[in-house]
């Protein structure tokens, strides 16, 4: 199985351009979550979905936006990018009955 | 405060060594306590987690939580070039709606052949 992919693997976006990084999981978890990852500041969660149809805020939200209109897929936009969403972003998906969080290779995006 | 402080590092052993890397955590009431390893350009992997305090062995990797402290601490006896890798503790945000992860800093870690 895949587990779960991520696209695109890197981008180089203009700022105030609009983009969505693609997240989709193969395991049927009900719970997915949207990571960025920065030298020195580790992992901090974007967004987050219990399951289908709902969505949560998490540490660092602003500026950034989800979906979640079925279990596979769980889209994370970016409506007018800035330098400071210069990141790796990593989506990840969990089981209800489980603790571990399965994570994607990421997507590597530098807004110029 | 952060919830979650890790020394970042980076951190460099010679092959055979024991490693001991470190977290500290804010509130008493997390009772789940994890370590992922992230290899370089890899999205992270679960080493292993604990619950509440005490020891958990996994060949040669040991994690330990002291809750009295709060302190969590992974350790690697005869360290191997492969384990070379950003390790990052993680602790889970008591069960609510979500299974929220918190995470520390990394350390980056290098061992010598």
């Known amino acids: 199985t895949a587990g779960i992919t991520q696209a695109p693997t890197s981008q180089i976006l203009a700022a105030g351009r609009s983009m969505t990084l693609r997240c989709t999981q193969d395991?049927?978890?009900?719970?997915m979550y949207w990571y960025r990852q920065d030298l020195g500041l580790g992992l901090r969660l974007i967004h987050y979905s219990n399951t289908a149809g709902t969505t949560g805020k998490g540490e660092v939200p602003d500026g950034y936006s989800v979906s979640r209109a079925n279990t596979d897929d769980f889209p994370l936009t970016l409506a007018s990018a800035v330098p400071s969403q210069t990141s790796v972003y990593f989506c990840?998906?969990?089981?209800?009955?489980?603790?571990?969080?399965?994570f994607g290779p990421g997507t590597r995006l530098t807004v110029l | 405060q952060k919830e979650v402080e890790q020394d970042p590092g980076p951190l460099s052993v010679p092959e055979g060594a024991i490693v001991s890397l470190n977290c500290t955590y804010s509130n008493s009431a997390f009772q789940y306590f994890m370590w992922y390893r992230q290899y370089s350009r890899k999205g992270p992997e679960l080493l292993m987690y604990t619950y509440s305090s005490g020891n958990k062995e996994d060949g040669r990797f040991t994690a330990q939580v002291d809750k009295s402290s709060k302190y969590i601490s992974l350790f690697i006896r005869d360290s191997q070039p492969s384990d070379s890798a950003t390790y990052l503790c993680a602790i889970l945000i008591p069960p609510g709606e979500a299974q929220k992860l918190v995470f520390g800093q990394g350390t980056r870690l290098t061992i010598n052949p």
């Open positions: 990840a998906s969990s089981a209800h009955w489980q603790h571990e969080q399965f």
């Open positions: 395991m049927r978890h009900n719970a």
